[in-house]
């Protein structure tokens, strides 16, 4: 509940100027408002979403999040 009040997580820039891999995986159609301003304060992230899922995304579809999680590259 915070994350979505919240404008900007205070973690953010600290993420985003060390480079550190993020994936965000939602359910389609997730919280377009929420995602788009992770977008904005992370624009290096990986976001994925997962069609027909729901909020709680290992228990609707657990071979794709691990997938997800496995194709995540640490920076060069």
Known sequence: EG???EPLAEAYPAIAAA???????VADGENAESVARFRA?????R???I???IHDLVSRDPAR???????VQPPP
């Open 41 to 45: 304060a992370l624009p290096e992230a």
């Open 51 to 53: 069609p027909d899922a």
């Open 65 to 71: 999040v691990a997938e997800l999680v496995a194709a």
């Open 47 to 49: 976001i994925e979403s």
């Open 19 to 25: 480079r550190v891999p993020v994936l965000l995986v």
């Open 3 to 5: 994350s979505r009040l």
